[in-house]
């Protein structure tokens, strides 16, 4: 395989609830058109387009055909891929083979999500639409007041059980959730593309917000944002010519297991919080790209989470410390942008939420952090290499990218 | 809202997404139902117990259909405390609601857990089912956990 260097990225001037100045293929073209300016390169540069967003979420089924203009994709091979919350992510992994393949020397990876014209709750309905039915046929009462099964509290009900269990099995406490969320909003205020921006936040202000479903609180849980995001691969050759400035991709992993939400008719056996999926993918992209000691070897990582535990909880799954320890890394400021494991400097996903771009800004703020181009958001320690974390599907599919700050040997 | 979004008719056939789940596994399970037993599926190869059973075993990828009894008691394994209900109004009363694995099964199900304070409920915590007076066959017939 060859290769694969990140060699742009676009965003829209904002991420903010609404955006009622523009429509969906407006606001995607704005993240286009800056990609195209930060790189210089043409729309007659790039050989093929990767799109990628929520299905259902603004009632618009095939959003990479409607905006072919905008993405510039007339005459191009062009796909669109939507795996949930990962969506970012597995459209930047169809980018990454296309260009290690060698079926393309240049890609553009176009996400967006546009919240503000649909409806999440019915989008994530969906998903579980077939399950519901039998649930319903069966007798569930889906208020959740009474009966078997009983669910309440629409996405957060599942989470609550994850972060639930993640805070038996590791020792740490609501304050610790509390503490992470207070500290990627005070990051996000560094970062120009976040939505929640609190540069005052403290645990004991999210300590305040009501509790929405124990231990999740409503201030540990992501907005709904409209927002755009593209990024632009290329092959080591094409890299040389066309930038200055190369983030490596060093490997990419993805892994899948059972559904571990109210999946009643078909009987979970697996731990919302366990989560081997973020195991098993890391463990693979480490062997990729040669990585032994994550611990020492990955300078700054980028968490998927829609839910503030799950930035301590995804740092003990991938290994970068172990199990029952990242509260206490929290506790010493390790995670800080000035720690010596810094974490979302960006804010997270639970700062800035336009689903379809959430996975794949994981990834471009990485190869922010290791290009030296975060601003005022970027960490103190060098980053040689980084980790990109991407969550989703039915609570159980995991996405990983690993970058670097040279490209990968042999 | 309404200034903003507009109402357009339209159906989705759903009576097709039930037919092949309610064969086996939520059958046995809801007819078990009525006499007050908690009926599972056993894979043969690798002895674990689904509740309700499924057509395949998770692990071994083959076809399962061995009934087995699962106990009406087991022990939480995580849980959360809901103070809002699915449309987001506040409950009167918050409402414990743990993931049992009961005793003899290896799957986890849902329910509502009564008679206990939330600030005493905690993960390894025994529980039983509370039956309903009335058994006819449904989910609610499990009508809530109640403390061992
Ligand atoms: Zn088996």
Known sequence: ???????????????????????????????????????????????????????????????HLWAAEHIRSLGKPVMRIATGGTTGMAAFHAGYYNVASGLADVVMVVTY??????????????????????????????TGGSGMGAIGG??????????????????????????????????????PYAHLKDPEATAEKIAQTPLVSWPIRFGHICPTTDGATVCILASEERAAKLADKTAWVLSVANCASDATTANLIESQITDP???????????QAYERAGIVDPKKEIDYVEIYNGFAHQTLMYLEKIGMCEVGEAHKLQEAGELEMSGRCPVNASGGVVSTNAIGTSALNRVTECALQVMGQAGEHQVE?????????????????????????????? | MMEETREVQGTWDLSTLKFRIEGVGLRRMLDGMKEGKL???????????????????????????????????GEIMTFTIG???????????????????????????MGVLQGVKPEDVHVGMRVKVQ???NLTGSLQDMAYYVPE
């Not at chain 1, 009622?20 to 993240?31: G, H, L, T």
């Not at chain 1, 919080?273 to 463990?283: D, G, L, Q, T």
């Not at chain 2, 987001?88 to 009961?102: D, F, I, Q, S, Y």
């Open chain 1, 1 to 63: 395989m060859r290769n694969v260097g990140i060699i742009g990225i676009g965003y829209t001037p904002v991420f903010v609830s609404k955006r009622k100045d523009v429509n969906i293929p407006e606001m995607i073209s704005e993240a286009v058109d800056a990609a195209f300016v930060n790189t210089g390169l043409t729309p007659a540069d790039i050989d093929a387009i990767v799109f990628g967003n929520m299905h259902t979420f603004e009632g618009v089924n095939l959003p």
């Open chain 1, 381 to 410: 320690k060098d980053v040689h290499k980084a980790l990109a974390h991407g969550w989703g599907g039915m609570m159980q599919y995991v996405t990983i990218t690993i970058l670097g700050d040279k490209p990968k040997k042999g």
């Open chain 1, 154 to 191: 629409g996405s957060a009900g599942g989470i609550s059980f994850q972060a639930s269990s993640y805070l038996y099995h590791s020792g740490a406490g609501i304050e610790h959730i509390d503490a992470q969320a207070a500290l990627e909003r005070r990051n996000a205020a560094k970062n």
């Open chain 1, 113 to 142: 999500e546009k919240h503000s014209e649909g409806d999440a709750q019915v989008g994530l309905m969906g998903i579980i639409t077939p399950e519901l039915m039998t649930m319903l046929s069966a007798g569930i009462d889906v």
């Open chain 2, 39 to 73: 009926i599972g599926t056993k894979c043969h190869k690798c002895g674990t117990v689904y509740l309700p059973g499924p057509f395949n075993c998770r692990k071994c990828h083959i076809a399962i259909n061995e009934p087995a009894e699962v106990s009406d008691h």
């Open chain 1, 273 to 283: 919080a366990e989560h081997r999926p973020a195991v098993i993918a890391s463990r």
């Open chain 2, 131 to 133: 039956w309903a007076e």
């Open chain 2, 83 to 109: 103070y809002a209900d699915v449309r987001g109004n506040p409950l009167e009363e918050p409402r414990v609601a743990p993931v049992v694995k009961l005793d003899g099964c290896d799957s986890w199900i």
